[in-house]
């Protein structure tokens, strides 16, 4: 090796690691966007354990849908563009409605992205939702009916 080159040591190499950005609310105006009302990000260690939490939301979603539920009752954990998202599939998935498999995957440390099929009478229909976990508990920040 020559004094010209130089040796680039692994230690010094800093990875690059992805943190969330929690979603803005469309559903708010500019003023939720000041520092002392945005939400703040949190660790995995500081969420309610995924899996879990995950498919007893999907299980409220589907009891929104049949009625036996208020859309008020998902507040705390969605954002309300997102549920103004599980209010326009009311209509579309009243009927007698079954969790077949949740799938869960985990771009980032924070977000989790989960699809969910379900058996909406003789049909199969695919659920897509977005969590983020922000002030410690996941928020839905999307949700999408297929």
């Known amino acids: 090796m020559t ?42 260690s500081e969420l309610p354990e995924v899996s879990r939490w995950c498919e007893s939301f999907v299980i409220r979603v ?43 995957n985990q771009p980032i440390e924070g977000v989790v992205e989960v699809t969910v099929t379900l058996r909406v009478i003789d049909r199969v229909r695919s659920l897509s939702l977005r969590l983020e976990g922000v002030d410690k508990r996941w928020i839905c920040t999307d949700l999408n009916l297929i």
């Open 3 to 44: 004094n010209n080159q130089t040796v680039i040591s692994t230690e010094k190499v800093l990875k690059n690691k992805l943190y969330l950005v929690p979603a803005v609310d469309k559903e708010f105006g500019i003023e939720w966007l000041h520092p002392k009302f945005s939400p703040i990000p949190s660790g995995l």
């Open 62 to 104: 589907i009891e929104v849908w049949s009625g036996r539920r208020s859309i008020s009752q998902l507040s705390g954990n969605c954002h309300r563009s997102a549920q103004k998202q599980i209010l326009e599939h009311v209509s579309a998935a009243t009927q007698k409605c079954q969790i077949r498999k949740i799938y869960l």
